[in-house]
């Protein structure tokens, strides 16, 4: 079945740090890939998504990458600031009714 | 105004108790789910609908009842808590008629079985 691989259980910067966070996926139809920021006492939201059609998307200073040769796509900040500090999911749609999340990633920067 | 809302926010109960957490989404959504958030496992999915009455089984689903009165409204009920299901439980909607729709949570319940 379709599902996605967050490795990285936490990570910790300093402020203006950059900050690289990798998924890898496995499905047998077309993904669109997301990322969700949950802050402290939060539910998840939605960072950024990108389509196929794109391989791209950006919001908010963090850039998402993705690569269908290695079926991997990556969350990128050049600079990370204290109040980034959150759990970010990778996440997949296929076309279904469902997303399937990864099992996050919580960053910590210290100022 | 938060347009999904959980009530209880936070609940505590004995094993084998009955349990019913509330959700209700304002956004004209026609998806709405029920998540548990366990660390190290992250979101997985207990069960979803697409409309008033229907119901649709999720990846984590055993123990736990679900049902969908109205397009606003998705209930989740746990007949016999047990501590494997203390957790942080999360409602979704969403747009499904939408390409690439996101899905919108509410902040969360937090379920403690003692």
């Known amino acids: 079945g379709d599902s996605v691989i967050q490795m990285q259980g936490q990570v910790t910067l300093s402020e203006n740090d950059f900050l690289f966070i990798n998924c890898t996926y496995s499905t047998t139809g077309y993904p669109t890939l997301f990322w969700y920021v949950q802050y402290s006492g939060e539910g998840p939201q939605l960072l950024l998504q990108?389509?196929?059609?794109?391989n791209k998307g950006s919001s908010r200073g963090f850039e998402a990458t993705y690569d269908k040769g290695t079926t991997s796509f990556h969350l990128q900040k050049t600079s990370v600031q204290e109040i980034d500090s959150a759990v970010y999911y990778c996440a997949m749609k296929t076309g279904g009714y469902k997303v399937v999340f990864g099992s996050g990633t919580r960053l910590l920067v210290s100022p | 105004e938060a347009a999904v809302t959980q009530s209880p926010r936070n609940k505590v109960t004995v094993t084998g108790g009955n349990v019913t957490l509330s959700c209700r989404q304002t956004?004209?959504?026609?998806?709405m789910y029920w998540y548990r958030q366990d660390t190290g496992h992250g979101l997985r999915l207990i069960h979803y609908s697409y409309g008033a009455g229907n119901l649709q089984i999720g990846d984590v689903p055993d123990g736990y009842k679900a049902t969908r009165t109205t397009q606003e409204d998705f209930f989740l009920l746990l007949e016999l808590a047990s501590p494997s299901q203390t957790s942080l439980y999360f409602c979704a909607s969403s747009d499904q008629g939408r390409n690439y729709a996101e899905q919108f949570f509410g902040p969360g319940t937090r379920l403690t079985v003692l």
């Open positions: 956004n004209s959504h026609n998806y």
């Open positions: 990108v389509t196929t059609a794109n």
